[in-house]
């Protein structure tokens, strides 16, 4: 890429997918280290799935960007921080069901060989700027998260149509007491929080794909207003984290390799039709060997039904309609990809409509 970020040569994304045999375990990235599928200096994110309860005391997800972390800070040479500004560590949380823990590690180098006959995964990674407490949950997010994975798009050659999935960490600023009471009494309470910061953010996606517009928003929508959402976002929130991380999904004429992507929105968590429908898309059959990753949000609806009859997954005081919900997801997409590798991240404030979500599909190109 240019100084300026435009992007001057054909590159191309590899991935290597692997199970898991616990939080810490990388014997899976050393491993496609060791045979040359990816090269530590052109990695640039990881997504996967462990086993904890996904909840704000599920020390699961730190304990896999600690262990992965260090794997890049001896083959790099670089400090635990150094290695989170150059690769995205996206872990979730939950494998309730079916899920197998596993990873998926995504690689971006230069592509040299003949040019591919349709367009190929493109994969940007970044950050938004710094945010206040006061902006989270509020047009503020909104607007900086949509900034920033347009700028994204554009550097890899991405037009906001073909963008098809936009992982996100959103940010959750700390707030000293004193900060919080003056905003309470400023009549403006802090929204610094996991729905919030998850909804502002999937807003910014929806803004930046064209699929809402800037002018249908307000402060006063946010987590209001189930009929804006993205089809291509995937957010979860992490407290005391100042910036949101972004890594974005994209199709490019511009890329090499044998990779694609493409996504659907699922309308409730019971639609295997939309799963069908992608996979026809993709030409890919259960069980397909070609699948490299799939990526879908979950909601319990928070109307309290499902396809018009009452569920108990908000009332249930013994589990969570976290784990319920992300329990069914899994075993509906899981079931007719014939694969159990399946990453669901739950919670789904507008990402896509309410009691639905997005689920993208990565696979290799036939």
Same mark, same amino acid.
């Given at each position: ?226 009929? %804006? ?107 007719? %990809? ?29």
């Amino acid at each position: 890429m240019s100084p300026t970020g435009a992007l001057t040569r054909r590159l191309r994304t590899r991935a290597v997918r692997f199970d898991t045999r616990g939080p810490s375990d990388v014997a899976g990235l050393e491993t496609a280290f060791e045979r040359g599928e990816l090269t530590p200096e052109s990695v640039v994110c990881l997504i996967g799935k462990t086993e904890g309860n996904g909840g704000r005391n599920d020390f699961t997800r730190e304990l896999a960007v600690r262990a992965f972390s260090q794997v890049f800070e001896r083959r790099l040479g670089l400090s635990a921080t150094e290695v989170e500004e150059r690769i995205v560590l996206s872990f979730s949380g939950g494998t309730e069901g079916v899920v197998t823990p596993h990873v998926v590690a995504f690689a971006v180098e230069p592509d040299d060989g003949p040019a591919p006959p349709g367009p190929r995964l493109a994969i940007g990674v970044g950050m938004t700027r710094a945010f206040e407490p006061h902006e989270i949950g509020r047009m503020a997010q909104v607007d900086e998260t949509a900034r920033a994975i347009a700028e994204i798009a554009a550097r890899c050659g991405v037009a906001p149509g073909d963008v098809h999935l936009v992982q996100m960490k959103g940010a959750i600023p700390s707030y000293s007491y004193e900060e919080g009471l003056a905003a309470e009494r400023a009549g403006r309470p802090l929204r610094s929080n996991m729905v919030w910061s998850r909804a502002a953010s999937a807003l910014g996606a929806a803004v930046a794909t064209g699929e809402v517009s800037r002018s249908a928003l307000s402060d006063d929508v946010i987590c209001q207003d189930g009929s %804006l959402y993205s089809t291509t976002a995937s957010c979860s929130a992490k407290p005391g984290m100042g910036r949101t991380e972004l890594v974005v999904f994209g199709q490019s004429a511009a890329w090499g390799g044998d990779l694609v992507v493409d996504h659907t929105v699922l309308l409730d968590m019971l639609d295997a039709a939309a799963v069908d429908a992608l996979m026809a898309r993709l030409g890919l059959r259960s069980g397909d060997p070609r699948l490299v990753g799939a990526f879908a949000k979950s909601e319990a609806d928070p109307r309290g039904t499902l396809r018009g009859h009452r569920h108990t997954m908000l009332t249930d005081d013994d589990i969570s309609d976290t784990r319920y919900s992300r329990c069914v997801v899994a075993a509906v997409v899981a079931s007719r %990809l014939g694969d159990p590798r399946v990453y669901v991240s739950t919670r789904a404030e507008h990402h896509g409509p309410d009691g639905g979500g997005p689920l993208a599909l990565v696979v290799r190109a036939t």
